[in-house]
């Protein structure tokens, strides 16, 4: 993925600009079609002749106006455990991120409680288990096809009993175009709303960047259903070229919070917008 600019400065090197190849090209890079055509007018309007760099220089400027220079962290809330819930469609990464992520708090000194809520696919169940042991994290999870909304409310028990900071849902992957699942994320929501009328805190939808412009499909049906509150960018570090972050974030003002590089649990780290702009994108 790194390098989508520096591709642009060696293809385009030459002044006479084809417009409709560079337009073509910053779509191909996840841009999307309303940023590409806000940066190709931009270009055009430039009274000079203009070269590769040019063009990197004015699409960085554009990407820097649409992503948040910070993103909220995710501190602890006092006296109640805060409630994360993960989701996404297959494939994404979700479960491993779902670990990773409690890594992360776990590393921060935070008590860290883990509830299996892929209830229907027994080998997710099984990696988060691994993952809970290998991190020594408590996990949380009910028998084979049991109710997943059930499995959290277990979760925010424990959470509750053993004074956790955090509370992490790993839920079924989804396709955002199934009506019947995309209704059982809202049955999780109320059941995690008895208990705190505030849970979930947060939901973060994991999207895959070699996905593309699908991404921002997922983004946009999972943001209807259940309100996003962030989003977990996995896969950077292969052929994705992760500009679908900056259209979910200008499209739904959702801000990316976490990016996945690579497979081992240090392969993951809070989204830096400039780093991102300047070395990944």
């Not at 409680?113 to 020594?136: G, I, M, P, S, Y």
């Amino acid at each position: 993925m790194a390098g989508f600019f520096k591709s642009l400065i060696q293809r385009f090197t030459k002044p006479d600009i084809d417009w409709d190849d560079l337009e073509a090209s910053l779509i191909a890079g996840d841009l999307g079609p309303r940023l590409s055509l806000q940066i190709v007018a931009d270009l055009k309007s430039r009274q000079r002749t203009l070269h590769g760099a040019d063009i990197v220089q004015v699409a960085r400027e554009h990407v820097r106006k649409i992503l948040p220079q910070s993103v909220p962290p995710l501190d602890p809330l006092p006296g109640r455990p805060k409630v994360i819930l993960m989701v996404g469609v297959n494939g994404t990464g979700k479960t491993t991120s779902t670990a990773k992520l409690a890594h992360v708090l776990h590393g921060r000194g935070h008590k860290v409680v883990l509830a299996a809520a892929d209830t229907f696919r027994a080998a997710a169940v099984e990696q988060l288990t691994v993952w809970a042991e290998r991190l020594k994290i408590p996990l949380v999870k009910g028998p084979p096809n049991c109710d997943p909304a059930a499995v959290c409310f277990d979760g925010y028990e424990m959470a509750l009993k053993t004074q956790a900071d955090f509370l992490i849902c790993d839920t079924a992957g989804r396709l955002h175009t199934k009506h019947n699942l995309m209704e059982e994320l809202k049955k999780i929501h109320r059941i995690l709303g008895r208990k705190d009328s505030e849970s979930p805190h947060e939901v973060l939808l994991v999207v895959d960047a070699t996905t593309g412009s699908n991404a921002l499909q997922q983004a946009r049906e999972f943001h209807k259903a259940i309100p996003l509150t962030g989003v977990i960018v996995t896969k950077l570090d292969g052929s994705g070229k992760g500009g679908v972050l900056v259209n979910i974030q200008q499209e739904l003002g959702v801000p990316t919070r976490f990016i996945g590089l690579g497979e081992r649990v240090e392969d993951f780290q809070p989204f830096d917008s400039q780093r991102y702009v300047e070395e990944l994108l």
